[in-house]
Nanobody
Framework: QVQLVESGGALVQPGGSLRLSCAAS????????MGWHRQAPGKQRELVAV???????NYADSVKGRFTISRDNAKNTVYLQMSGLKPEDTAVYYC???????????????WGQGTQVTVSS
């Protein structure tokens, strides 16, 4: 019923910038929160950034000052603007959302398929 589709992953040089997007579609009533997680090979998946309805945001310490999360509510889309990219940012980035479906007031959690970000010279 619901899909999260990420786009924007690419190979970029250290110090470069990249913008990821994630569009949610389906029988959505409302979106409570959307965020980004990432997972590097051999490492545990970690929260990168989250934005909650009302505009409250939170970031991992490792990306503060470099990444910015935002939402376009009209398009059910979340963005992650990344700048000053470092090799350690290399990972698969996953979109995540907590939302309610039409006809239900219960929150459900959905994940996107992931998009690869590689930072290397």
């Amino acid at each position: 019923q619901v899909q999260l589709v990420e786009s924007g992953g690419a190979l970029v040089q250290p110090g470069g910038s990249l913008r990821l997007s994630c569009a949610a579609s389906g029988s959505i009533f409302s979106i409570y929160a959307m965020g980004w997680h990432r997972q590097a090979p051999g490492k545990q998946r970690e929260l990168v950034a989250v934005i909650i309805s009302g505009g409250i945001t939170n970031y991992a310490d490792s990306v503060k000052g470099r990444f910015t999360i935002s939402r376009d509510n009209a398009k059910n889309t979340v963005y992650l603007q990344m700048s000053g990219l470092k090799p350690e940012d290399t990972a698969v980035y996953y979109c995540n959302a907590d939302l309610t479906l039409r006809g239900s007031g219960v929150l459900h959690n959905y994940w996107g398929q992931g998009t690869q970000v590689t930072v290397s010279s």
